[in-house]
């Protein structure tokens, strides 16, 4: 069936760090992944999404990657702030296109 | 930046009370989705809209959910007759097409009793 899952459920790192978060999918069929960041209280923030005919998308301190080949996604945070703290959540969507899938989330706290 | 707004943000309510959750999505979208997370899980799918229907629903989605745009700016969703497992929080999605990203309100708490 369809499922999307992370490696971990916390990470912990020091402020000025790269955070790199990872996640693993099982449905060979995606083709749009997306991650979300969540602050206490608050929905899902989009930060970055990318389409399974690419490997790399950059945006502001943020990098996704995808390897199809072993199903796994990834997003790394250059120069991790404080701000940075919340729970990181990937997501893919539905073969058809009409639902998310979400992962079960990672904790990033980052101290000064 | 435009964002989608849901009220209230919490809602009390007696076990077998009917609710109704809202939502203004992002003005130029046309999907609409709702999804529920119980505390400190992960989010869920529940249903999502277009064209004034329903394109498809979770299994969570059963006879006592429904959803419905009422004029052009709300989407609610409703469930007739709350259970105590029905207590999660409630986010309203929004997105432009099926292929850009889902953009999310900060939910409603939905506290049965």
């Known amino acids: 069936g369809e499922s999307v899952g992370l490696h971990l459920p916390t990470l912990s790192v020091q402020e000025g760090d790269n955070s790199i978060i990872n996640c693993a999918y099982s449905?060979?069929?995606?083709?749009?992944f997306i991650w979300y960041k969540q602050e206490s209280g608050k929905g899902p923030q989009f930060i970055i999404d990318i389409r399974s005919n690419m490997d790399k998308r950059q945006g502001q301190r943020v990098t996704v990657l995808l390897n199809k080949t072993v199903k796994h996604l990834s997003l790394q945070i250059a120069a991790t702030q404080p701000g940075d703290s919340a729970v990181y959540f990937c997501?893919?969507?539905?073969?058809?296109?009409?639902?998310?899938?979400f992962g079960k989330g990672t904790t990033l706290s980052v101290s000064s | 930046e435009p964002e989608v707004t849901q009220t209230p943000s919490h809602q009390v309510t007696q076990m077998g009370q009917e609710v109704i959750l809202r939502c203004v999505p992002i003005?130029?979208?046309?999907?609409f989705y709702w999804y529920r997370q119980i505390l400190g899980q992960k989010v869920e799918f529940l249903v999502s809209?277009?064209?004034?229907?329903?394109?498809?629903k979770s299994e969570i989605f059963d006879d006592q959910f429904s959803v419905e745009r009422p004029d052009g700016s709300n989407f609610t969703l409703k469930i007739r007759s709350t259970k105590l497992e029905d207590s999660a929080m409630y986010f309203c999605?929004?997105?432009?097409?099926?292929?850009?990203?889902?953009?999310f309100g900060d939910g409603t708490r939905l506290s049965i009793l």
């Open positions: 809209f277009y064209n004034n229907e329903i394109s498809e």
């Open positions: 449905n060979s069929a995606s083709d749009y």
């Open positions: 003005s130029n979208h046309l999907y």
């Open positions: 999605a929004s997105s432009g097409s099926l292929e850009g990203p889902q953009h």
């Open positions: 997501a893919e969507n539905n073969q058809a296109g009409t639902a998310l899938i």
